[in-house]
């Protein structure tokens, strides 16, 4: 723990201009990123006498060992660089809003041919509009089930439109009247892109146009006689008006507003926001945080307005923002937004009439969320420090593990075995530093030999980072991949106990963080950081093990831990009884949520390992030749036996394949020793994958393995 006086600068150092400040640990990493209108001013109040400071700024000035600045010339530009830095750098220490859930969203693909309407979660992405968030999915589909009466715009998905299109025939909603079947070409691609627009509109607020012109056309059909018609434009009208009613009108000028609110107390904050199109409430989020320092209001809602508009522009960021309470200065938050948005936006506290009825009702919402967020003992600030000091005291340690990694290792009778490593710091999953290994030193079933072996190569590498004064070299493939997410952020996986888990990363891949960093730039880097607790998951022999290889690396600063599943006792190296915590205790709590994703993290990996051995194909031993040119190999001809027996000029016939290629595919295919047809042990068939049986993942029924009953391999499985 550090002395703040020994980083202080020294007096008339720090100049008096707008900027942006960095505070580092001693590994270099950016732990907190600030702004001010005078960087002197603002610096100096971290500086003074530790007593005074909040709880949680004073354990950030000792977790510091240094600080820098950078001057600029305006608060706006201070206010973007460090939103910059705070999404680039992640640092722990500041105000971050986390998601209470992930919002979903009804989204329109405009940037396709025949546009589709869809649930969607996660990141926006360009060309398509988004409507929302909504609290619920099922919101969202209500919505739209009314909706395709009157627009009957393309949901389907990619798989099922290409097979309409196939065999001529449209899905059920075309033949009920709620597709306009473009697959089938009931309707040009120009109309379909045109109605996609108007449920656009539709959605975007512009209904009293639309409504009145179909009460136009009914009266039309009536006084032609065309009663049919007339009766089906009675229940669109109908249709909509109920679609309408599902979003009551809260504000009477058809205002487009986002209306903030900040439910707090010493601790904790939790924000709720509305957005209001057309004077409709058409969506809602809600976010929590620690308190980090001692903070007003206004800047809660300045790390809010952050946070909801950082990533938008144009229409995205509404005319009217209403807020309990204005930044301090306002004018470069002001400013910022009117950038982002290209035109003027209002910034205010609302005074009277209907918007401040309805600021109160979201403030409710604010301290219901807030209280609801007390009750979730996992986040509470109070009880995760409570939780990390019993283990201190349990343990026997110098100070709180601020950062615990934890190992276990997972295969299937001695096959695909791999490591998962998971982070908490803070009491927190650190998902982004999620990392897994492949066993590599041997094959077989050896649980302790497989722990001292992962346990080597993490601090191998934490040795050979903190040597390292340049960029990071490429190594040799340790067999480590970095964990992803559909394609977002490497390393984020979900949330403690969801089955949904990060799975993207190849797997021989070296392990990779994007591009090579320096060790002064304060981004998160591989294995840069040391954890003040290693916790295994296992008894004795995985503890002895994890500390032989920490003993060998000549690391002697790092504490060691295992949690038997059987009675959940707290093994402890070099130590003949275990360590019991009792069952109500906060400590004991957060080590079986650290273990049990490690679990998680471990097991869903060598799933996703087994499934690909089970597709393998022997195509994939054919240096060059990519996804693409295999999968057109595999329609050309059907399947790989009927490929293996092919001549070579008849391979060449396949598009994109020259003689070269056809050569060594032939070779590969002629060296590949067939595999033996695969079982399926739910039925007993025979499945030749080879002659175009379907594939299967290794979670479906009928998995093709060794013999043994599903509940059988679930049990061999670790």
Known sequence: ??????????????????????????????????????????????????????????????????????????EVEALQLEYSWIKEYDPRFNVKYRDDKSYPYLAVTMNEEFPRVQVMRGHKKKGVRYFGPYGHAWAIRDTVDLLL??????????????????????????????????????????????????????????????????????????????????????????????AMEKSAVVLADATDADLIAVAEDELEAAVQIFHVRGGRVRGQRGWVTDKVEEITTGALVEHALQQLYG???????????????????????????????????????????????????????????????????????????????????????????????????????????????????????????????????????????????????????????????????????DGVTTATTDGETPGHGTAPGHDATPSGAADDLALTDGPALKDDDGRPKRFAYPPQLVVVDGGQPQVAAAQRALDELGIDDIAVCGLAKRLEEVWLPREDDPVVLPRTSEGLYLLQRVRDEAHRFAITYQRTKRAKRFRS???????????????????????VKKLRSATIDQICEVPGIGRKTAETVAVALAR???????????????????????????????????????????????
């Open 1 to 74: 723990m550090a002395d703040p006086s020994s980083y202080r600068p020294r007096p008339g150092e720090i100049p008096d201009s707008p900027g942006v400040y960095r505070f580092r640990d001693e590994h270099r990493r950016v732990i907190y990123v600030g702004k001010a209108k005078s960087l002197r001013q603002r610096l100096a109040n971290y500086f003074q006498d530790l007593a005074n400071l909040h709880p949680r700024t004073r354990t950030m000035v000792t977790t510091a060992a240094s600080v820098e600045w950078t001057v600029v010339s305006t």
């Open 149 to 242: 009466r009157v627009f009957p715009v393309r949901t389907c998905s990619a798989g099922v439109f290409k097979n309409a299109a196939r065999t001529g025939r449209p899905c059920l909603l075309g033949y009920i009247g709620k597709c306009s079947a473009p697959c089938v070409e009931r309707i040009s691609a120009e109309d379909h892109q045109e109605l996609a627009e108007e449920f656009c509109d539709f959605m975007a607020g512009r209904t009293g146009t639309y409504l009145r012109r179909l009460e136009r056309k009914m009266g039309e059909a009536a006084e032609d006689m065309e009663y049919e018609r007339a009766a089906r434009l009675r229940d669109d009208i109908g249709a909509l008006k109920k």
């Open 311 to 477: 990533e938008e522009s144009g229409d995205a960021v509404p005319k009217e923002v209403l807020v309990p309470a204005l930044p301090d200065p306002v004018e470069p938050v002001q400013q910022w937004l009117t950038d982002r948005r290209g035109s003027g936006v209002s910034l205010r506290i609302p005074q009277r009439g209907d918007k401040k009825a309805l600021m109160e009702t979201v403030q409710r919402n604010a301290q219901q969320a807030l209280v609801l967020h007390k009750t979730k003992r996992a986040s509470d600030l109070t009880t995760r420090s409570r939780a990390l000091e019993e283990i201190s005291d349990a343990l026997d340690l110098d100070s709180a593990p601020l950062r615990i990694e934890c190992y276990d290792i997972s295969h299937l009778q001695g096959d695909d075995v791999v490591a998962s490593m998971v982070v908490f710091e803070d009491g927190l999953a650190r998902k982004s530093e999620y990392r897994r290994f492949q066993i590599k030193g041997f094959r077989g079933q050896d649980d302790v030999r497989s722990m001292h072996e992962v346990i080597t190569r993490r601090f191998r590498r934490y040795l050979a980072e903190k040597e390292r004064t340049g960029e990071w070299a490429d190594g040799e493939d």
């Open 617 to 639: 194909s022997p195509l994939d031993e054919v240096p060059g030749l990519g996804e693409t040119r295999k999968q057109a190999l595999i329609k050309h001809f059907g399947s």
């Open 672 to 718: 590949a020793t067939p595999a033996a047809p695969a079982v399926n042990t739910a039925t007993g068939e025979i499945m030749d994958d080879e002659d175009g049986a379907p594939e299967t993942t290794a979670d479906a029924p009928g998995e093709p393995v060794s013999a043994g009953t599903p509940d059988e391999r679930r049990g061999q499985e670790r």
